[in-house]
C-alpha cells in the first residue's frame, strides 16, 4: 500500500485538499509518524502507531478524511523506512 500511496493517491490528495492545506497536513503526519516511534519503540507495534497518529491529526481538525490521512501516514512511513522523500506530488 505505501507505495500506492506515495505514486497515486498523493497527486490526488493534493489536488483535493489544495497545495497549502496539504503541505500544512504533511507536517503534521511526519511529526505525529515520528512521535508514534519514539511512543511504540517495540517490533509489532503498526496497529498502535497508526491508530495513534490518527487520533493526534483529529485531534488537530486538519479537515481531512480518514482515506486521505491514511495515504498519507503510509507514505511518511514509506518514506522513513526508504530513507528518501516521498514525491509530494
Do not use: N
Request: charged share 20%.
Amino acid at each position: 500500500m505505501a507505495a500506492g500511496a506515495a505514486y497515486i493517491l498523493l497527486p490526488w490528495v493534493k489536488h483535493k485538499l489544495g497545495a497549502a492545506r496539504y503541505d500544512l497536513l504533511c507536517r503534521w503526519v511526519a511529526a505525529a509518524v515520528q512521535a508514534a516511534e519514539q511512543v511504540f519503540s517495540e517490533a509489532g507495534m503498526g496497529p498502535y502507531k497508526k491508530a495513534y497518529v490518527m487520533e493526534l491529526l483529529e485531534g488537530q481538525q486538519l479537515g481531512c478524511t480518514e482515506e486521505e490521512a491514511d495515504a498519507l501516514i503510509e507514505a511518511e512511513v514509506f518514506r522513513l523506512q526508504q530513507g528518501r522523500e516521498v514525491p509530494h506530488a
